[in-house]
């Protein structure tokens, strides 16, 4: 008899928390509440190896997420080969935030370096520090952070402003500009499920909580919520500071500036190892922003960069051999966490191969399903090459030499094209989530009011190494609009290799571009109705090889909901305070021809 799916999903979980229990023996727990300077006792917990191993290194792990009932997970797979290699682990609540005391903040702004009672993030990371190496027995004198996501963030904060034994660190995933491109916004389109969902997870109470939907499609939630400005009123009731945020500060102001880590990213303090993953639904540019940054500081060849087919902390469990249908042929999560992780903190913490050559840049090539090694990124021999929109769907490196001419769509606000197939079960803990960014994308190919271009099968592989952006000459008859660009690899029809992913379209990157920021993101300007203006959407950096026999496909929509908030198609001086008659539908044209040549420039190698 054939195993039922759930059946072996139970088993694997059996076999997971079995291999967590027996890594879980080997340790000695210390509970502590850890003084910081300004009073306030941090709940945090000390898990020593058992035995006689001399003196370790100490690494260490904060999060707003609750850290009571982690640590047996993480010592039997996201620290498995750490655990192997012997540390002692320290897991920390931050302040506000379950056993822990004081008030949580989202993102605690950088203290005031003059005021010595001051307190952030890169304080009570010191504090703990400090307190580390006089409480806990058997210390090198080295410690090493590293964590995911908001995790990521606190190590990538602790790393601005290091305590002197602080000798390595790993942000993963981690947030480095709320408004440009990470959680809340992109490019100042708001990210209205998550970032909905993820307040009142995080806002609600001390720990965390799931928002109670009574619809099972939130994409019907979300519509029949209607405006922003209905939030507050039917919901939050004024109470969450973060949507209070949102609402007071829709433009890039001083208060999302001081929160951005970017302009304080001025030198590489420890040797840090930069992770992201090509389909991380929530922090993409992240990680990649914090390398290029620090790579500009790189003195000493310590800032390194990973980036696999992960999704939001995919390579911390598991094998990481495949993402929803998409089949990745390495176990790429197992390679990470032995290859990667485990001799990248040997190396700085206990000084274990300290003269063997470590690539700056190991890079998953998708379509290929290979690891590249790269000392920089972007690789130095990537060209750029333009694909242009043409009439009639097509997409070519061939320029437009005829007159200008556009294709047109409606949008309509009423009608927004769902950013994946619905039902859009809740974010956390829907089971979409995870996995939506590998989904195939031609639920959307037929709508109306999207407009698709392909170019003809590859005759030869195409390998985006680095940038992808695309300079978009669009109109239209409102006074705001979206324009959201997705770039997709279109399989073959006759796929051998996977026959039951013949034609699939997988998402390459999406991202949006709101037209009242196509020329400040502080100063938002309405735009002039049937005036063509140019467009840049950034999608951010990839490495993947189009498949001969393979299409490359643009398309190019105004919504993407609910991932994206609507916008109004008429300018308001604030979308949040946008009432629900301020919604109207809009005529948009894209616009392709010698004068307004609409392409996507990508950073391509030559096939080997």
Same mark, same amino acid.
């Given at each position: 008899?054939?195993p039922?799916?759930?059946?072996l999903?139970?088993?694997?979980a059996?076999?997971l ?7 879980q ?8 509440m850890?003084?910081m ?6 709940f945090?917990t ?11 290194p100490?690494?260490?792990l ?21 655990a192997?290699?012997?540390?002692v682990?320290?897991?920390q ?12 903040v989202? &993102? ?9 009672k001051?307190?952030d ?6 504090d ?19 964590g995911i996501s908001?995790?990521?963030w606190?190590?990538a904060?602790?790393?601005?402003d290091p ?11 981690s ?11 992109h ?10 969902e993820y307040?009142?997870?995080?806002e609600?109470?001390?720990?965390n ?7 099972h ?7 029949k ?15 969450l500071p ?23 990213i001025?030198?590489v303090?420890?040797?840090?190892l930069?992770v ?6 929530e ?5 990649l922003r914090?390398?290029?940054?620090l790579?500009?500081h ?19 469990a598991?094998?990481?051999?495949k &993402?929803?249908k ?5 176990n ?7 290859d ?5 903190f040997a190396?700085y913490?206990k000084?274990?191969?300290a003269?063997q ?6 890079v ?8 590249e ?37 409606v ?6 094209v ?7 079960r ?18 959307t ?11 003809e099968?590859?005759t030869?592989?195409?390998?985006v190494a680095?940038?992808m ?9 409102g ?12 399989y073959?029809?006759?796929y ?6 013949g034609?699939y379209?997988l ?17 938002p ?16 950096w990839?490495h ?6 393979h299409?490359i ?6 919504t993407?909901?609910?991932v994206i ?6 300018f308001?001086p604030?979308?949040?305070e946008a ?17 307004h ?6 950073d391509v190698?030559?096939?080997?």
């Amino acid at each position: 008899m054939r195993p039922t799916a759930r059946f072996l999903t139970v088993c694997v979980a059996l076999v997971l928390i079995a291999s967590a229990a027996r890594a879980q023996e080997r340790f000695d727990r210390t509970d502590a509440m850890v003084p910081m300077r300004d009073g306030t006792k941090l709940f945090t917990t000390i898990h020593a190896p058992r035995g006689e191993l001399g003196k370790l290194p100490i690494i260490l792990l904060r999060t707003p997420y609750g850290i009571d009932g982690r640590t047996e997970r993480l010592l039997g797979n996201y620290f498995k080969e750490l655990a192997e290699d012997g540390y002692v682990f320290v897991l920390q609540d931050i302040r506000g935030r379950y056993r822990s005391e004081g008030k949580f903040v989202m &993102l605690r702004p950088a203290r005031d370096p003059k005021d010595p009672k001051a307190v952030d993030e890169a304080s009570d990371t010191h504090d703990t520090i400090e307190y580390l190496l006089k409480h806990v027995k058997n210390n090198n004198g080295r410690v090493g952070m590293l964590g995911i996501s908001y995790p990521g963030w606190l190590t990538a904060v602790a790393a601005l402003d290091p305590h002197p034994a602080l000798k390595a660190v790993s942000p993963q995933a981690s947030p480095s500009d709320m408004f440009l491109g990470d959680d809340f916004h992109h490019n100042g389109a708001f990210r209205l499920s998550y970032g909905f969902e993820y307040v009142a997870l995080m806002e609600t109470d001390k720990t965390n909580y799931d928002f109670k939907f009574d619809k099972h499609d939130t994409y019907e939630w979300y519509l029949k919520l209607g405006a922003l400005s209905n939030v507050n009123k039917k919901h939050f009731k004024n109470k969450l500071p973060t949507w209070n945020d949102f609402v007071a500060h829709p433009n890039y102001d001083a208060f999302w500036k001081k929160l951005s880590l970017e302009p304080q990213i001025d030198k590489v303090t420890v040797p840090t190892l930069n992770v992201g993953g090509w389909y991380d639904q929530e922090d993409f540019r992240g990680p990649l922003r914090i390398y290029e940054l620090l790579e500009k500081h790189d003195t000493k060849n310590q800032n390194f960069l990973v980036v696999g087919p992960w999704n939001h902390g995919g390579w911390a469990a598991g094998k990481g051999n495949k &993402l929803g249908k998409v089949s990745f042929d390495l176990n790429t999560g197992e390679y990470f966490r032995k290859d990667v992780q485990a001799p990248f903190f040997a190396r700085y913490l206990k000084d274990a191969g300290a003269n063997q050559k470590v690539p700056e840049a190991r890079v998953f090539q998708t379509g290929a399903n290979t690891w590249e090694s790269y000392d920089r990124w972007p690789p130095k021999d990537a060209a750029a090459r333009k694909l242009y929109f043409h009439a009639k769907g097509k997409l070519s490196f061939d320029a437009p030499t005829g007159d200008d001419a556009s294709d047109e769509y409606v949008s309509d606000p009423a009608n927004p094209v769902p950013y994946r197939p619905r039902p859009v079960r809740p974010t956390y803990p829907g089971p979409e989530w995870p996995e939506w960014m590998v989904q195939d994308q031609r639920f959307t190919q037929n709508r109306p009011d999207v407009l698709t271009y392909e170019t003809e099968p590859l005759t030869e592989d195409v390998i985006v190494a680095g940038s992808m952006k695309v300079k978009l000459f669009g109109s239209t008859t409102g006074t705001d609009c979206d324009w959201i660009v997705r770039l997709i690899d279109v399989y073959p029809e006759d796929y051998k290799k996977q026959p039951d992913m013949g034609g699939y379209q997988l998402l390459i990157a999406g991202e949006p571009a709101r037209a009242r920021f196509r020329k400040s993101l502080e100063k938002p300007e309405a735009v002039k109705p049937g005036a063509v203006e140019e467009y840049t959407v950034d999608l951010v950096w990839g490495h993947h090889r189009f498949r001969k026999g393979h299409k490359i496909m643009v398309q190019v929509s105004s919504t993407w909901f609910p991932v994206i908030d609507r916008n109004p198609q008429k300018f308001v001086p604030n979308i949040f305070e946008a009432t629900d008659a301020d919604f109207q539908k809009a005529t948009q044209h894209v616009h392709h021809g010698a004068k307004h040549p609409s392409h996507i420039t990508l950073d391509v190698l030559k096939a080997k």
